[in-house]
């Protein structure tokens, strides 16, 4: 059993910063755990103290059923990947996979047994004999990666194995990471501030921001169903568009206006607003650029949700384009098909998808819907 159960775990930094404010967890076995959030949110801090290299404040951490607070991080049956490989330079790749289980005094056939067979997975067998320096960032980063596994642990934890590689390597390693996860089917905990990484690979992702968890949730449900602003802007590139928008009652109709733009909801969506709080009130708008269109098949069919935008910036980016634009004085931005032809200095017409609207408490930044 590898899961790891995080209790009430506070970190508390000597001159009264507290990195991790009550974090609870529960990470099943098997699974691919993501803590994603801005620099500075406590992911880091919180890694640590599941390796052991960062004492608890209060809380209890359990590996499998054992309470591990206590535990030596070489007890802890983990082993844990940095960003920056840390190999030691004047030994090959071999003795770098090696190197902790010489240390732990395995016998040298079953040390042989461990590295060759982690080369194998790594494909990276053919470089055993040669030194760092030879080896390119993604070759090292696979030795990296070989060193933890040769220790055969329960749990993995990487903290941004890949921010050293340039950005098609990572693309590379983030597939291959994903694959060894299924290969070597234990439990990995990843740490990242890139929510594409988390997206891509997370099995579940956990948000950060100022050492509280905001939402603990599979990608899917993330991008659709955000807890709150700060989810719902983190996750999604370009991200969501937010506008303050009044909410107005008319008949058996709900309406959000703002500027000049008046936006029918939905049955469904005006339905839930009905006899709440919001009803007259102001509240901020998101919607995905995705769900923003300019085609007229579009404008036709979502005609209670057309608003006029200048658009500022093109950008061909081949399978889609973005329009980035000004809608009432906020910029937007609609990801669109890219045979459209709005040009720089147009006003056109754009149609928001209003079933995909989401709508926030303006104070709380809470999803109201
Ligand atoms: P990054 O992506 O920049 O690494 P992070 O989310 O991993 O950020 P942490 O490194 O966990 O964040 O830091 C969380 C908070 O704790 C920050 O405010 C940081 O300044 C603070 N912190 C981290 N280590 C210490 C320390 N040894 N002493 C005091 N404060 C610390």
Known sequence: ???????????????????????????????FIILVG?????????????AGLEEISEGELYIGDKLVNDVAPKDRDIAMVFQNYALYPHMTVFDNMAFGLKLRKLPKDEIKRRVLEA????DIEHLLERKPKALSGGQRQRVALGRAIVREPKVFL????????????????????SKLHQKLQTTIIYVTHD???????????????????QQVDTPQSLYERPNNMFVAGFIGSPQMNFINAKVEKRGEEIHLLFGKEDIKLPEGKAKKLEGTEYIGKE??????????????????TLSDSIVEAEVEVVEMLGSETLLYLVVDEVDFVARVNPRTKAKPGDRIK?????????????ETEKTIM
Do not use: W
């Not at 790891?4 to 990470?27: C, E, H, M, Q, S």
């Not at 080369?119 to 790594?122: F, G, P, S």
């Not at 929510?195 to 050492?211: C, F, L, S």
């Open 38 to 50: 801005p620099s500075g949110c406590g992911k880091t801090t919180t890694l640590r103290m599941i």
């Open 350 to 362: 754009v149609a928001f998808d209003a079933n995909k609207i989401h709508l926030f408490d303006k």
């Open 119 to 122: 080369a194998k997975i790594l």
């Open 195 to 213: 929510q594409t990484e988390a997206m891509t690979m997370g099995t579940r992702i956990v948000v950060m921001k100022d050492g509280y968890i």
């Open 158 to 177: 990487m903290d941004e194995p890949l921010s050293n590689l340039d950005a098609k390597l990572r693309v590379q390693m983030r597939t291959e990471i």
């Open 1 to 31: 059993m590898a899961s790891v159960k995080l209790k009430n775990i506070y970190k508390r930094y000597p001159g009264g910063v507290t990195a991790v404010n009550d974090f609870n967890l529960d990470i099943e076995d098997k699974e």
């Open 283 to 300: 509240v901020v708008m998101g919607i995905r650029p995705e769900n923003v269109h300019d085609e007229a098949m579009y404008l036709e």
